[in-house]
């Protein structure tokens, strides 16, 4: 059998797409050595080449332009889905701390597309965010995942829905995530993983009790109704494809974060080249 590396988050949206793959429910010749992180760790991962295939932001996906593609299979996008600011209070920052889920996460870009201002960021994993805004370490957090769901039951109230205003501002699909897979997996390998990983979506939602154990041992929040929420609002049609509309959104993510230079020079690249032809 061909041997893989895998990375994907302990995210309900993600164990729910990759568990009939890496478990074997459907068919195929592949063996995977799993690694189930936190998504900045994945993005530092596949800036560092560690995985033949992963989970990562497609903020991330700038800095390996060189290293990956790009599937169609497997992301995170679409609408109503972003990243969303909170705080204890409505009162508008322009300075003070904020808490962000990792320096190459989506959300950290549309943090700084959206609310410039004199900020001090702290790096922290995701599910630190809200307690660190309740204690007061910080000022304000961008939250991402299963936290959107929950932010209100610690009195934390809604300063911006980053995800909303990239959708105002360009009428586009907000990118979130995607799955990359190395240029040294064969061209062949990387159309067959593609399109296994749209074949594991299709098994999960034609058997979504399948997914269940697993889903349940890996969530950070453990309600069945967070969790249905959870898969509802990040698996969707574009996770199994892309589509003309969610290449152009990635590249528009790109060049609106090269026209504000919030990408190293060492970014620069031809973002067609992501995406398997």
Same mark, same amino acid.
């Given at each position: 059998?061909?041997?893989?590396?895998?990375?994907?988050?302990? %995210?309900?949206?993600?164990?729910?797409?990759?568990?009939?793959?890496?478990?074997? $429910?459907?068919?195929?010749?592949?063996?995977?050595?799993?690694?189930?992180?936190?998504?900045?760790?994945?993005?530092?991962?596949?800036?560092?080449h560690q995985l033949d295939v992963t989970k990562?932001?497609?903020?991330? /996906?700038?800095?390996?332009?060189?290293?990956?593609?790009?599937?169609?299979?497997?992301?995170?996008?679409?609408?109503?889905?972003?990243?969303?600011?909170?705080?204890?209070?409505?009162? $508008?920052?322009?300075?003070?701390?904020?808490?962000?889920?990792?320096?190459?996460?989506?959300?950290?870009?549309?943090?700084?597309?959206?609310?410039?201002?004199?900020?001090?960021?702290?790096?922290?994993?995701?599910?630190?965010?809200?307690?660190?805004?309740?204690?007061?370490?910080?000022?304000?957090?961008?939250?991402?995942?299963?936290?959107?769901?929950?932010?209100?039951?610690?009195?934390? /109230? /809604?300063?911006?829905?980053?995800?909303?205003?990239?959708?105002?501002?360009?009428? %586009?699909?907000?990118?979130?995530?995607?799955?990359?897979?190395?240029?040294?997996?064969?061209?062949?390998?990387?159309?067959?993983?593609? $399109?296994?990983?749209?074949?594991?979506?299709?098994?999960?939602?034609?058997?979504p009790d399948a997914a269940r154990g697993f889903?349940?041992?890996?969530?950070?929040?453990?309600?069945?109704?967070?969790?249905?929420?959870?898969?509802?609002?990040?698996?969707?049609?574009?996770?199994?494809?892309?589509?003309?509309?969610?290449?152009?959104?990635?590249?528009?993510?790109?060049?609106?974060? $090269?026209?504000?230079?919030?990408?190293?020079?060492? %970014?620069?690249?031809?973002?067609?080249?992501?995406?398997?032809?």
């Open positions: 059998m061909r041997k893989l590396s895998i990375g994907f988050s302990s %995210c309900p949206n993600d164990t729910y797409i990759f568990d009939a793959l890496i478990h074997q $429910r459907i068919e195929h010749e592949y063996e995977f050595k799993v690694y189930i992180e936190d998504v900045e760790t994945l993005n530092q991962m596949a800036l560092n990562i932001s497609i903020h991330a /996906c700038f800095y390996v332009l060189d290293q990956y593609k790009l599937l169609s299979s497997g992301g995170a996008l679409g609408r109503g889905c972003g990243p969303l600011v909170v705080s204890k209070n409505k009162k $508008r920052l322009n300075s003070g701390k904020i808490a962000l889920p990792g320096k190459l996460t989506t959300a950290s870009l549309l943090f700084q597309m959206a609310m410039p201002g004199d900020f001090v960021f702290v790096q922290m994993q995701f599910d630190e965010i809200i307690p660190a805004v309740t204690s007061g370490e910080v000022d304000a957090g961008v939250i991402i995942h299963e936290s959107r769901f929950t932010y209100q039951e610690s009195g934390l /109230c /809604c300063l911006m829905d980053l995800g909303q205003w990239w959708e105002d501002q360009t009428q %586009c699909l907000i990118p979130l995530g995607g799955i990359v897979i190395s240029n040294n997996v064969g061209k062949k390998d990387q159309i067959a993983i593609q $399109r296994l990983i749209k074949e594991s979506i299709q098994f999960a939602e034609k058997k889903i349940l041992e890996n969530a950070q929040e453990m309600e069945d109704q967070v969790i249905k929420s959870h898969i509802n609002l990040y698996v969707n049609d574009f996770s199994k494809d892309l589509k003309e509309e969610g290449r152009r959104a990635v590249q528009l993510l790109y060049d609106q974060s $090269r026209k504000l230079n919030l990408l190293p020079g060492s %970014c620069l690249g031809k973002t067609d080249q992501l995406f398997i032809n």
